[in-house]
């Protein structure tokens, strides 16, 4: 948990102010109390987490429960109308920025979308379904993306159309 917590603090340029390294630090906790042992100790760090998941939630606008798997290195750049389903997964070094939603295409099919690593999630994003999401990808703000992108791909537009970055001027966010 201490090493997760570490690269996150290094991700978010070392500042303890960073409201998404305060979410991220929740997750961490989160996960990491699952493995707590006696179960009486446990069911008390999950009460201690669940008031600090609904305390951060709405100080920050993020929704990031414990169920998701993060890689290392994750960053919420910037906060706020950010939604993340419990059944999505994510690679390393993955950014997210506000107003990104990641979540179920419909109720009756609860599959989040998978991420590989070093993909980037501009502002207002929308990343639905079954779907996977390839090694360095870029999805465009306002991108609603609803189908497989594969490694080396820029996602952008209503719904997303797939661009090969390395035939496009996409901007590789910082």
């Known amino acids: 948990m201490f090493d997760n917590i570490r690269a996150d603090l290094r991700a978010h ?3 303890w102010g960073a409201q998404g390294f ?8 989160g996960r990491w109390r699952y493995g707590v042992r006696p179960a009486l100790l446990r069911k008390v760090c999950s009460f201690v987490y669940k008031v600090l998941f609904k305390f951060v939630q709405i100080i ?7 169920e998701v798997v993060i890689g290392r290195n994750f960053v ?4 706020g109308g950010i939604v993340i389903s419990g059944y999505a997964r994510f ?11 990641v979540g179920l295409k419909n109720v009756d099919e609860p599959i989040a979308p998978v991420f590989g690593n070093n993909v980037d999630i501009g502002a207002g994003a929308k990343v639905l379904g079954n779907i996977r999401i390839g090694n360095n990808v870029a999805i465009g703000s ?3 993306v609803l189908t497989d992108v594969p490694d080396n791909s820029l996602a952008v537009g209503v719904p997303a ?5 390395k035939h496009s001027d996409a901007m590789q966010y910082t």
């Not at 920050?60 to 414990?66: I, K, N, Q, S, Y």
């Not at 919420?76 to 906060?79: A, E, K, R, Y």
């Open 76 to 79: 919420i750049d910037h906060f």
């Open 13 to 15: 340029g070392g500042d």
């Open 142 to 144: 306002n991108a609603v």
């Open 91 to 101: 690679g390393d070094d993955c950014r997210i920025r506000n107003g990104v939603v």
């Open 161 to 165: 159309t797939i661009k090969s970055r």
């Open 60 to 66: 920050t606008g993020v929704e990031l429960p414990c």
């Open 22 to 29: 305060w979410v991220l630090l929740v997750y961490r906790f």
